[in-house]
């Protein structure tokens, strides 16, 4: 008799920094999108697939739904999160426990006009200690009529994690798995690499500079022994590349080793990494620039 299997794409969309990221990194078991307490950590869509017997789930990232979109680079990231909000089977909705904001709304308003099963995920319980606080939110998520299930759960203290895994699991249509049991993303090295970079950018930095930088890949050789990787931190301003850079270089080399380790556990190899650090005048705000550097 064959195995009855199941597979569909699930879109992870919330506010920014509601905890999307981090919840699919937990749920995959490893690391494959970055995380930082800045919001719009997440730029672009980024799948990340969980096989377990018979059933794939193709979850896909998307960078936090935001009003303010003055910016081609904002508009961008919007763009890519409201793709996801069709052509998928499941739509998963994060907003952090115990409280809905007005940035929510946006999201919740977004999404109730596509036809398509629908959790609600409430993020971050692990920071109310009673969790009857909840149950206000919990029931007036319910009262809109819009959601199949209401999960609570903390991805970072694995509470309620692996309960949503098989809810997810559940409501995946019947249909062959699209990516090999091993595989945990489409992502090429190249890319996943930059954005280890970025990661340890922007935790490095402040509020501003983080969103006015990106990272390329320029030079990426395996050889036997190391792997050679050259990256460019772009900025927009002169003033910008000399904080990232720091005193004598000292931010930049901090940036690179914290970088090297993570990219090491990763490609399970030894990494040669060098970073310099250029200008790009107004990229963030110009379609051509962010062309250029891989936003497309």
């Not at 115990?98 to 920071?127: I, M, N, R, Y």
Request: charged residues 25%; hydrophobic residues 40%.
């Amino acid at each position: 008799m064959a195995e009855v299997t199941r597979c569909g794409y699930v879109a992870l969309v919330g506010r920014p920094n509601v905890g999307k990221s981090t919840l699919l990194n937990h749920v995959l078991g490893q690391k494959i999108s970055i995380t930082s307490r800045k919001p719009q950590t997440t730029r672009r869509n980024l799948i990340g697939v969980d096989t377990q017997q018979g059933n794939q789930a193709i979850y896909v990232d998307t960078p936090g739904i935001h009003q303010q979109t003055e910016r081609e680079l904002n508009r961008y990231m919007v763009s890519n999160a409201t793709s996801a909000l069709s052509d998928v089977d499941l739509l998963v909705v994060l907003i952090e426990g115990g409280k809905t904001t007005p940035a929510d709304e946006h999201v919740l308003k977004l999404v109730a006009a596509h036809q398509v099963p629908k959790f609600a995920v409430l993020s971050k319980v692990d920071l109310i200690k009673d969790k009857a606080q909840l149950l206000p939110q919990m029931q007036a998520l319910g009262e809109r009529s819009l959601f199949d299930e209401i999960v609570p759960l903390s991805a970072l203290k694995e509470d309620g994690v692996e309960r949503f895994r098989e809810h997810v699991f559940a409501r995946l249509p019947l249909g062959s798995h699209f990516f090999a049991d091993d595989e945990v993303t489409d992502q090429p090295e190249r890319f996943l690499v930059a954005e280890i970079v970025r990661e340890k950018l922007m935790r490095q930095l402040g509020d501003e500079i983080p969103h006015s930088a990106t990272v390329v890949i320029e030079h990426f050789k395996q050889g036997d022994k190391v792997i050679d990787i050259h990256a460019d931190i772009v900025v927009e301003r002169d003033g910008q590349k000399r904080i990232v850079i720091g005193k004598q270089g000292s931010r930049l080399k901090l940036i690179g080793q914290e970088a090297r380790k993570d990219i090491e556990l990763m490609l399970d190899h030894q990494v040669m990494l060098h970073l310099w650090v250029k200008v790009r005048k107004g990229w963030t705000n110009n379609t051509m620039h962010m062309r250029n550097l891989g936003y497309d």
